[in-house]
C-alpha cells in the first residue's frame, strides 16, 4: 500500500491502476538465487536465511507452506509483520514484543529492509521478503521463486526429496500456474480493486469462467496435474483458503462461494488437511488485514465475523 521513491516512504497503492480502472501488479525487484552448490554467491546453508512474511497474504503463504513441508523450520528463521497495513505499510511491532517484532534490526517498517538493502531503492514494498543475514541484503522478494528454491536448494541439508516441480511436470505446470495465477491468484484482485465496473466485470467473469474450468477438471482427477500434489496446487490453494472469508465479500467475488463448488470444496479441505499445512493458515489474522486496511473499500474497517468453515472436516477424494 505504498512505495519508496527517493529513499522515502509515499503512502499510496503499491500497485498501480490501468488506463481503464484496472488493477495492475507491478513485478518483483530482487532475484537472486540461492543454491546447492558452495559456489554460488548464495549458498544453501543453515541459519544463514531469514523469512519475513505476513500471515494474511497469499504469496507469502506459499513460502511458509513450504518452509513446513520441506522440514526447512529450523534451517529458515521467520519473522511476521502485523496484521495491518496502514500509511507506513507493512508494519512490525514498535514496542518489539510478542510475535509481530523484527528480531534481525528491530525495525519498525518493512520498508527500511528495502532501504538498508539497497539505499537508492525505489519502488514497492511486498511480502515475502527472503533476507541473507550474512551480506544483509534481500536475497528474494518473488514468492515463485523463493517456493522453488525451498523446493530443492536445502534437499542436501534437510533429506527431505520431496519434489513439487519434477521436471518431468514442469510445462503442464506452468500451463495451469499461468492462468489460474491470471484469473484466480491475482483475479480476485483485479475484481476487488477495479475502479470501473467494466474492468470488474471482466476479472469477475474471467475468475468464475476459470473456477468452474477447474471444478470440471477435479471431477475426473485428484489433483490439478494428476494423481500427485505440485506446485500448481499450492499455489491455487492460497487464494482458496481465504475465498469465502475474504474475496467473496471483500472484493466482490460473489456469484457462488467456494463452498459452493463441490469437487473444488473438496480438493480444498484435502490440501489444508495435509500434516502441517493447517498450522500455516489464520484465517483471522487474514480478513483484519483485509478488512481493516483497505480504507477504500471498506472505510468503517469493520472485520466481519463470520463465515465459519471447518476446513478439517471429512472430504471424499479418495474415490479419485
Keep these: 500500500m505504498g512505495l519508496i521513491v527517493a529513499g522515502k516512504w509515499v503512502d499510496q497503492w503499491y500497485d498501480t491502476q490501468g488506463n481503464q480502472g484496472q488493477f495492475v501488479r507491478q513485478d518483483s525487484h530482487f532475484r537472486e538465487i540461492i543454491s546447492s552448490s558452495s559456489n554460488s554467491t548464495y549458498p544453501a546453508e543453515a541459519g544463514r536465511y531469514h523469512l519475513y512474511v505476513s500471515l494474511a497474504c497469499p504469496w507469502a503463504h506459499r513460502t511458509l507452506i513450504y518452509r513446513k513441508l520441506k522440514g526447512l523450520e529450523d534451517i529458515i528463521s521467520v519473522s511476521v509483520v502485523k496484521p495491518e497495513m496502514l500509511d507506513n505499510g507493512w508494519e512490525f511491532d514498535r514496542e518489539q514484543q510478542g510475535q509481530y517484532r523484527d528480531p534481525l534490526y528491530q525495525f519498525d517498517y518493512a ?73 484466480i491468484n491475482n483475479g480476485v484482485y483485479r475484481a476487488g480493486f477495479a475502479t470501473t465496473q467494466e474492468a470488474y466485470e471482466s476479472a469477475y467473469q474471467q475468475l468464475f469462467e476459470t473456477l468452474d474450468e477447474l471444478e470440471l477438471r477435479l471431477s475426473s482427477q485428484r489433483f490439478l496435474v494428476g494423481d500427485k500434489i505440485t506446485e500448481a496446487d499450492w499455489r491455487l490453494f492460497t487464494t482458496l483458503i481465504r475465498f469465502d472469508a475474504i474475496y467473496h465479500g471483500h472484493f466482490k467475488c460473489n456469484r457462488a462461494k467456494l463452498s459452493e463448488f463441490h469437487h473444488l470444496s473438496n480438493y480444498l479441505r484435502e490440501l489444508y488437511q495435509v500434516p502441517g499445512v493447517s498450522d500455516t493458515v489464520d484465517l483471522q489474522h487474514s480478513k483484519v488485514h483485509y478488512y481493516a486496511s483497505h480504507g477504500s473499500i471498506n472505510p468503517t474497517a469493520i472485520v466481519p465475523l463470520g463465515p465459519f468453515t471447518d476446513f478439517s472436516a471429512g472430504h471424499d477424494r479418495a474415490r479419485l
Design 111 to 183: 520498508y527500511q529492509l528495502y532501504l538498508k538493502s539497497n539505499p537508492d531503492y525505489q519502488g514497492r514494498v511486498t511480502v515475502p521478503i527472503l533476507w541473507d543475514k550474512k551480506t544483509q541484503t534481500i536475497v528474494n522478494n518473488e514468492s515463485v521463486e523463493i517456493i522453488r528454491m525451498f523446493n530443492s536448494a536445502f534437499d542436501q541439508l534437510t533429506g527431505n526429496s520431496e519434489d513439487y516441480f519434477p521436471a518431468e511436470q514442469r510445462l503442464a505446470i506452468e500451463e495451469i500456474n499461468q492462468r489460474t495465477y491470471q484469473n
